[in-house]
Nanobody, 126 residues
Framework: QVQLVESGGGLVQPGGSLRLSCEGSGFGLDDYAVAWFRQVSEKVREGVSCITGGSAGDTNYADSVKGRFTISRDSANNRVYLQMNSLKSEDTSVYYC??????????????????WGRGTRVTVSS
């Protein structure tokens, strides 16, 4: 059974850090582009960060998180991480992991991934 499982969310003060983890089950994440999205309204998720598959590992970030968030792979453990630093209240959201065989569709168009995780909640508040 193919699954993406997120973890690492929680409550953090403004200026703090969290590391989110996305673990692949039933398939190898290295063969896929993997992205992090966050919910901005009931029906809309915005792309936050993305990393392509294979040896290239090209990355893309939303302007709102550039310089603060870093996406990376852990191939040995079939995981992708999102390191979030200098967190702001506006980063509060549910964060979702997504995977797609087509890196342009996911990492440039932020569109229609093959798989979604169920999300992990991040709350930035004092």
């Amino acid at each position: 059974q193919v699954q993406l499982v997120e973890s690492g969310g929680g409550l953090v003060q403004p200026g703090g850090s969290l590391r989110l983890s996305c673990e692949g089950s039933g398939f190898g994440l290295d063969d896929y582009a993997v992205a992090w999205f966050r919910q901005v309204s009931e029906k809309v998720r915005e792309g936050v960060s993305c990393i392509t598959g294979g040896s290239a590992g090209d990355t893309n970030y939303a302007d709102s998180v550039k310089g603060r968030f870093t996406i990376s792979r852990d191939s040995a453990n079939n995981r992708v991480y999102l390191q979030m630093n200098s967190l702001k209240s506006e980063d509060t959201s549910v964060y979702y992991c997504a995977a797609d065989k087509l890196p342009f569709r996911l990492c440039r168009l932020w569109s229609s991934p093959d798989y979604w995780g169920r999300g992990t909640r991040v709350t930035v508040s004092s």
